[in-house]
């Protein structure tokens, strides 16, 4: 079964590729990418993803991602994915995560993370080369890991 960050990653590329007006639409586009999934997931997924729909001239409404997120070539060396470079090691406690990084880089991480406002984090707070976050009540250190690799997709191959 393909995990719930490679679904959202998947969701972003198709609604950036394809006009799709409708959540059956997605779903048909999904399915034919290997990915079965409820309405309701979707539905989830999409309010996670920050989606929004806008007016289209031929089909009505059209989904949209939100300004910032770069959907067509997420591995590459985008900001995002530099400052995962920087990842040490990620570990927790309770409803506190501390992610380390290589001196210099948590600031600048942290305000990645801050402006992507995941719903899996409440709160962040960054020295030179550490990151405390909180974690909203219920997340999972799972759930936190999925979110930060769709703010940086190349910390999949880092998180482990």
Do not use: W
């Not at 972003?12 to 959540?23: G, H, L």
């Not at 070539?73 to 990842?87: C, I, M, Q, S, V």
């Not at 948590?106 to 305000?111: F, R, T, W």
């Amino acid at each position: 079964m393909k995990t719930r960050t490679k679904r959202q990653l998947a969701i972003k590329k198709i609604i950036t590729a394809i006009e799709i007006s409708s959540q059956e639409e997605l779903l048909g586009h999904l399915k034919e990418e290997g990915f079965e999934l409820t309405q309701a997931t979707l539905s989830r997924d999409l309010k996670i993803l920050k989606v929004a729909k806008v007016p289209h001239s031929n089909k009505g409404y059209v989904y949209v991602i939100p300004e910032g997120v770069n959907v067509e070539a997420p591995y590459e060396n985008t900001r995002e994915n530099f400052l995962a470079d920087g990842f040490r090691d990620l570990r927790f406690s309770g409803n506190l995560a501390v992610l380390r990084t290589r001196p210099g880089y948590a600031s600048s991480l942290a305000a990645v993370l801050d402006t992507a406002d995941p719903y899996e984090i409440i709160g962040s707070i960054a020295g030179d080369d550490t990151i405390l976050l909180v974690m909203r009540e219920g997340v999972t250190s799972s759930d936190l890991i999925n979110s930060l690799i769709l703010v940086m997709p190349k910390l999949e191959d880092k998180i482990g």
